[in-house]
């Protein structure tokens, strides 16, 4: 049973159904009457996608990049490889790129700087949860959920080791999972 291996749920479903709707309300009233395409990052974003467009009311445009960091070093290097890029012309249309987590920043700068050149009209973000100790560069963040520890964090979407993404809340894992 992957649940043996939770230590702690921090983020139960209702609070992040409740957050859903407060980031899909407030996104519906910001882009209004423009062309918004929704970018998820995969494939930790893949369950906060999918909840958060629900609660979104206008009408919106999807599209998946999947990215990989370049060897064991990379997470500190920055750069990162495109595994799969937008299917969509994104040119005058307003980006909102979906993440489940952001911990140094590395991987949303460089995607950010990486569609600077598709002149959409605009790029921002919205990221359900943020680990703000880790950070090393600073990333523009229009919507956050909610700020977590330092700790190694599962469910949601989000794996250790590909596993967990599957647990419906956030919750952080055993010390006794990763050190043994
Ligand atoms: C995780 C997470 C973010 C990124 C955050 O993805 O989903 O995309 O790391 O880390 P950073 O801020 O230090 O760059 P991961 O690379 O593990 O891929 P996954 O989404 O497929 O799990
Ligand atoms: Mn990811
Ligand atoms: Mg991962």
Do not use: Q
Not at 134 to 156: M, N, Q, S, W
Not at 162 to 169: A, G, I, M
């Amino acid at each position: 049973m992957i649940v043996n291996d939770v230590k702690e749920i921090l983020i139960g479903k209702e609070e992040l159904n409740a957050k859903c709707r407060e980031l899909g309300a407030m996104i519906s009233k910001d882009y209004a009457g423009r062309d918004l395409v929704l970018v998820g990052i995969l494939k930790g974003s893949v369950v906060f996608m999918t909840d958060l467009m629900k609660e979104i009311t206008i009408p919106v445009m999807l599209d998946f990049m999947a990215v990989s960091s370049y060897g064991a070093d990379t997470k500190s290097s920055g750069v990162v490889k495109i595994i799969k890029d937008l299917d969509m012309d994104v040119e005058g249309k307003s980006i909102l790129i979906v993440e489940d987590i952001i911990d140094t920043g590395l991987t949303l700068g460089y995607l950010v700087e990486y569609l600077r050149a598709r002149k959409a009209s605009s790029i921002e973000i919205v990221c359900l949860l943020d680990k703000k100790e880790r950070r090393k560069v600073e990333i523009p963040v229009k919507y956050r959920g909610f700020d977590v520890p330092d700790e190694f964090i599962i469910g949601y979407g989000i794996d250790y080791a590909e596993r967990y993404r599957n647990l419906p809340y956030v919750a952080s894992l055993k010390e006794e999972v990763y050190t043994k």
